[in-house]
Structure formats: C-alpha cells, structure tokens
C-alpha cells in the first residue's frame, strides 16, 4: 500500500523481539482521535486490539475513510492469532474488512453485540468471518496470548477492557472507557476487576487519554434525559434527530421520549436502520410495540406525531441530514422543524457541523445542539475518572493511547501525580515500537505507520501529493497552457492558448503570462533544448510566478506542448 506519512521522520528499524519479551506497537490512535490499533508480539505470534478507521478532515477532500498502515504486518499474516475487538464504534471496527481481505479467517474476539455489528458490516465486503463470542469475567486463549475480560463502561452497550498475558508479563488494555455510575443499561466499569488486576500486577496499562484534558468526572447519561425530553415536549412539528449509527444509548433515551410524547419514529439511512436492527434483535435496544413505523409511513402524518433518526451528525456531506440542510433529501425542512444533534464534535469537524447548523437556521429550523443544551454526554472517561483507575490498579509502567498529542501527554502527567515515576510512563506515536522485558518497558524502535487513504473502491493508492493537488484545485483551479512551438528553434509559432477551470481568466493578466513566455523561449539556450518535458517545465515554472504575483493564487498548472 502507498502511504503518507504525517510529517517527515527518520524510521527507525526495530531489531528482533528480545526473548522472553513482549513487543506493544500502536499502529494507529496515538496523535489523533480515530484509527485505533495495536499489535502485540509474543514468541513470534501477534495479537492485535482493534482496527478502526479515521475520518478525513477539510484538507483531505475526496477521502471516505483513512486506515492504519498494514505494512508491518505483510508477510506475516499467518501469524496473527487474533483480532480483539473492544467494541463496535467505528474507529475500533471500521478497519477490519481491509484487514481480513488480506487473510479472512484471523478470529475475531468480541462481545455480542461487537460482533454482530462488525459481521453485518463484513457482509457488505463479501466476507464471512471467524468469530470468538466473549464476555467480561471470560479467559480465552489465543496462541501464547491470554485474555481476561473486564467490563467497562462506554457509550455503546457491551465495551470490554481487555487484560493480556505472557510470560513476559500482564498488559491491561482499558479500549475506549468511562465510569458512569447511573448507566442506562446498569452496567458499569468494573473497578474491582480493576483492582484484582492490581494486586496481581498490572506491568503496562494502556489507558485511553481522549477525555485527559477535562478535569473532574464525565457526567451520566441519564442527566440527558431532561433536556432531550424539553425537546419533545415543546417542538410543535417534526423532531430530526441525528446521531452515530451505533450510538445506541442515546437513541433509547430518543425512542423513550418519542413514545412519552406520543410520537411515531423512523430511522433514516442505511447504516442507522441496519444497526438500530440488529441491536433491536439483540435486546439491547427496548422498543414499545407501534412506535417505530416505516418512514413512508410517517410522510402522512401530522408534523407534531413524527420524529426522525438519521446520520450525519459531523456533518458529512452525502450523509441524511446534510443532504436535507443543502435541500437535496426528499425530507424538506423548514420553520418551525427541529433538529436535535446528538452526538459529539470529533476534532476536524468543526466547520462541516456548523455549516449545517447554520443552513437549518437560516430554513428557519430549530437545532438543538451541545453548545446551546445539554444533549450530548462523552463515552470517555476524563481526568478524575482516570487517577482514580491509576490508584486503583497502581501499574508499573503506563503508555497512554487514543488520543491527540495534547491528549496523551494531559494523561501522562496524571500518571506521574499518581505517584507513577515520569520514566516509567511512555508517551509514544503511531509506529513506535515498546518491549516489556523483564519487568521493564522501553522503546525499542519505530515501523511505518503513515496514513492509508480509501478513495472510492481504491486502497492506499492516494498519497499527500493527490491531496495536495486536490486542494490545489478546490482553493486556486486549474490553468491549462497549450503551447505550439517550432521544432527547430523552440519559439513559439502561435499565439499561447489558456484554457482555465475555476480560476478567473483577466486577458490583461494572461497576455503579460504570454509575453513573459516569449521573453524566456528567446534566450539562446532555449533553442538547444530537445527535450519537451523541459520546455513544458520552462513554460510552465514562468506562467506559476506570473499569475501568483498577479492573483496570489496557485491553480493546478499543466502545460502541452506540441511541436509544429
């Protein structure tokens, strides 16, 4: 696969695995939220916990969705013993269908309703997978690897921490975690399972760091409740709710608001009706006789009876509720319709999300939101939550994962105030290669670990030059410079042609581009040039500096040119 990597670094290659000893490398989820995935290798077998996905940003345009970099792991597919999966959001799960194209039978290790989300999804890929069902309190062997399951509180139903041994020592993995005391579902985190890993010895925790930076703890679910209910009591025509298509906690507290207001409900977008469905089938989702009714339905009764639960709630553009702000979805909406977004702003969305808020308000929509109400809660646990688990299961060595640099080092530093010595907590990248020896953790090198862009039905194959080109064309256009020139003397035997694409022509501006041309095939060494890829680059280099002094811009230049 080509990959990009984030910024210039010397790659490190990393020696063998010491014997005895345990190599921990992060491939994806250290420096930013999203593309989680870790390997572990132990005697030469390897273990990895999750495979998500990162969604593209503003200045990625084009790309569906960004993987972790598999080139560490060619050539030594047969040795994956297992793929834990912590649970079924989509960056923990959205990369496994690359995965098992490259070898479809490595087992999948997770809870129910993890599995039963990432096999609907392996459907849709033409793959039937290997699955191992596991529950919190289970120990399962996988190759040299054991695993111990520990429930963990998260916002989707069934997330597990996940306890590694070897020989080389005790891995606790906490996933994705937070510690709701009141969860909807009664299930919280289990921190004497915690504390039982503690006692026993816990050599490297990795803790998730995406709520390091919020001090005290992450509010309950259930302080929602309220605010989405004040919604349906007081929306005089159609509630449109949108929210991650796995966010089934939030979505309960909206069907039970739904049916205490006497509203019908319909999900909207494939993704939200397939995992609504199988979280129905499960029970994991409690739905009242009646109240859910197919959307064609619900297009004949009154406003003030219909609610609406789509996607789209960082607002990507082919997606229900941007299709219905920009005016392009068959539901149309306007004054007096509401809104209700709920779910969290992932970082690099920013400007999407408020594109749409503002489109609905200018329709004369009511959109309810996390800035304006208090409708969404985090899944993540924040600072408080975490020195409580680091006094709790009090580690040897700590490596903080998920999460932004700022994230990671916030996390760190509440390590070390735990009493946790600084050399002992590992704050690493993408790629970094650590080994548990002996009781000590170190790093011991670094593989590549860049940016693998999914473009369509294409796989690693954009690279930051495409992106850049890419943004090249979406800031300046696109400038096309024909050029006839004579064969003998490389001077031009017509007038240049410019043909241009999102880039304004001022004749003024490109007759100087013109003459500047004229000037620089004119000198005598231009004639001795025989090559048409140094014409075309000479031309094109003198047309780049004319038109950035004259616009500031920067279009995408292509030059042809044709001997006569």
Not at 195 to 207: I, K, S
Not at 227 to 233: E, G, K, L, N, P
Not at 328 to 354: C, K
Request: aromatic residues 4%; negative net charge; glycine residues 8%.
């Amino acid at each position: 696969m080509a990959r990009s990597p984030r910024s210039p670094r010397k790659s490190k290659s990393p020696s063998g695995v010491p014997s005895g000893g345990l190599r921990v490398t992060p491939l994806g989820g250290l420096g930013e939220v999203g593309r989680n995935m870790t390997v572990f290798e132990y005697n030469g077998k390897l273990l990895i916990v999750d495979c998500g996905v990162l969604f593209p940003e503003e200045h990625q345009p084009g790309i569906d969705v960004i993987l972790p970099d598999f080139t560490s792991l060619q050539g030594r597919w047969d040795d994956i013993v297992g793929i834990v999966l912590t649970h079924g959001h989509e960056d923990h799960i959205g990369g496994v269908p690359y995965l098992l194209k490259e070898r479809p039978n490595i087992p999948l290790i997770g809870s129910q309703l993890t599995l039963a989300f990432i096999t609907a999804k392996l459907t849709e890929h033409k793959i039937t997978p290997v699955t191992v069902h596991v529950e919190a309190e289970d120990i399962h062997q996988s190759g040299p690897f054991e695993l111990e399951f520990v429930a963990v509180n998260h916002s989707i139903p069934d997330a597990l921490a996940v306890a590694i041994r070897t020989p080389a020592g005790l891995v606790l993995h906490t996933g994705d975690f937070k510690m709701d005391q009141f969860p909807l579902d009664g299930r919280i985190t289990d921190l004497r399972h915690f504390a039982r890993l503690g006692e026993e010895g816990v050599d490297l925790f990795l803790t998730d760091s995406t709520n390091a930076e919020v001090p005290g703890f992450t509010i309950s679910e259930r302080e929602l409740t309220p605010a989405i209910d004040q919604v349906f009591a007081t929306a005089p025509k159609r509630i449109i709710v949108s929210s991650f298509a796995s966010h089934v906690h939030r979505i309960q507290q909206v069907l039970d608001s739904a049916h205490a207001h006497g509203r019908k409900v319909a999900f909207v977008g494939r993704s939200m009706v397939k995992n609504m469905g199988i979280a129905r089938e499960l029970e994991y989702l409690k739905i009242p006789r009646g109240l859910v009714v197919d959307f064609k339905k619900l297009q004949s009764m009154p406003d003030n009876k219909v609610t609406l639960i789509c996607t789209g709630s960082q607002g990507e553009p082919l997606a229900a509720l941007s299709r219905m702000a920009n005016g392009t979805h068959q539901i149309r909406l306007g004054a007096d319709d509401t809104v209700l977004m709920a779910s969290s702003l992932i970082p690099g969305n920013e400007n999407a999300i408020y594109g749409i808020i503002n489109k609905f308000t200018d329709l004369g929509v009511k959109v309810v939101h996390k800035g304006n109400a208090k409708v969404h809660v985090s899944g993540h646990a924040s600072a408080g939550e975490l020195v409580y688990c680091y006094n709790i299961v009090q580690p040897t060595h700590v490596m903080p994962v998920h999460g932004e640099s700022k994230h990671l080092h916030a996390n760190a530093e509440l390590a070390v105030k735990t009493g946790i010595a600084p050399e002992r907590v590992l704050v690493v990248k993408d790629g970094t290669t650590v080994d548990l020896v002996n009781g000590k953790a170190a790093v011991s090198g670094q593989v590549e670990a860049g940016l693998v862009y999914v473009d369509g039905h294409t796989v690693g194959k954009v690279t930051e030059e495409t992106l850049k080109e890419r943004t090249s064309l979406q800031e300046g256009g696109a400038v096309t410079v024909v050029a006839l020139v004579d064969a003998d003397t490389n001077q031009l035997a017509e007038p240049l042609e410019f043909v241009t694409k999102g880039f304004i022509q001022d004749k003024v501006i490109f007759d100087g581009a013109a003459k500047k041309v004229s000037i620089a095939l004119s000198k005598p060494s231009v004639s001795e040039i025989d090559d048409l890829d140094q014409l075309e680059q000479l031309i094109g280099d003198t047309v780049a500096r004319h038109l950035d002094r004259a616009y500031r811009r920067a279009p995408v230049l292509t030059v042809v040119v044709i001997d006569s």
